[in-house]
């Protein structure tokens, strides 16, 4: 089982930055994939990024050049830098962790998720 707790979350203006952060109870060295999903309000889930033990990130067209994941096994944390942000990646933003699979954006693979961190980017 893994616990994972996203922090980080908050109101920025277009344009502004923030890293958000994904604590995990078990050694991030260990778990194969982790990645970040956000939720807008009245849409689905969709994923943003992902990263693999090996350092494999995979990103989703609409943040490639603005975000950017990265995995601390020390502080067994995950993190998702956010840069040029627009009013549009307003969501709920999830980390999650799987132990196999593609490790790409379908949520199906992932089996443990954090309870999420609101983001909203005004205009």
């Known amino acids: 089982q893994v616990q994972l707790v996203e922090s980080g979350g908050g109101s920025v203006q277009a344009g502004g930055s923030l890293r958000l952060s994904c604590a995990s109870s078990?050694?991030?060295?260990?778990?194969?994939?982790m990645g970040w999903f956000r939720r807008a309000p009245g849409k689905e889930r969709e994923g943003v990024a992902t990263?693999?033990?090996?350092?494999?990130?995979v990103y989703a067209d609409h943040v490639k050049g603005r975000f950017t994941i990265s995995k601390d096994n020390n502080k067994n944390s995950l993190y998702l830098e956010m840069n040029s942000l627009k009013p549009e990646d307003t969501a709920m933003y999830y980390c999650?962790?799987?132990?196999?699979?593609?490790?790409?954006?379908?949520?199906?693979?992932?089996?443990?998720w954090g309870q999420g961190t609101q983001l909203t980017v005004s205009s």
């Open positions: 999650a962790a799987a132990w196999a699979g593609a490790c790409y954006s379908d949520s199906r693979d992932f089996e443990f």
């Open positions: 078990s050694n991030t060295y260990n778990i194969y994939c």
């Open positions: 990263i693999t033990s090996g350092g494999r990130s």
